[in-house]
Every structure is written in C-alpha cells, then in structure tokens.
C-alpha cells in the first residue's frame, strides 16, 4: 500500500500521462512555449529528463531489488496514516483523469 502510493507520488513529479503532474508540466510547458520563451522550456524539458533519471532510480530499488533486513521489522502503518497516503494519491490520478474539472474552476476564477 506504501510502496504503490509513493510510486504515485513519484510517476506524477515525473509527469506520467494520467497523473496531475503531467497536466502541472504540460500547462507550465505550454505557457513558457506561448510567450515566447523556447528556451525555459527546453530547459525545463531538460531538468525533467534529469529528475525522470532520478525518480526512476527510486522505483527501480523499491521493485527490483531484494529488500533489506530493515524491512522485515517495519511495523505496520496505522490507519490515520494509511489514509494520508491513499488520499492524495487518489487525488493526483483524479487530477489526471479527470482534469477538466478543475481546469473550468481554474479558468473561472481567474475571469472574477
């Protein structure tokens, strides 16, 4: 449960489609590209490939590799904490699934 939340939270700072990071970084992308300024998006395309590396790496340990004597003797989480993980996970593949919703309110409340 950890462990597939976090690779939620890692897969959206990535910017994975269907996750509210890739939705962040293709608005920011598009902003940057329509004002003009080709080269803070390439640069930020850049710096993205470089942290992808990074978070990747993380994925890679958490799945592939065989966990340490330290993970055997993990307690389980209480519940309270259990929810403060699942529930912003659940919101950031809302954000990317359903994105429309809070484009409009966005764009509404930027008119006021």
């Not at 959206?12 to 920011?28: A, N």
């Amino acid at each position: 449960m950890t462990a597939a939340a976090f690779s939620i939270f890692l897969l959206s700072l990535i910017g994975v489609p269907l996750t509210g990071g890739f939705f962040g970084k293709f608005y920011i992308f598009k902003a940057a590209l329509e004002s003009k300024l080709v080269w803070l998006a390439v640069l930020g395309l850049l710096n993205s490939a470089v942290a992808a590396y990074y978070y990747l790496r993380i994925l890679v340990v958490m799945y592939m590799q065989e966990p340490g004597e330290a993970a055997l003797e993990v307690e389980p989480l209480p519940l309270g904490l259990k929810a403060a993980l699942i529930a912003p996970a659940a919101g950031i593949l809302i954000l990317g699934i359903f994105p429309a919703v809070l484009l409009e309110f966005a764009i509404r409340s930027a008119k006021l």
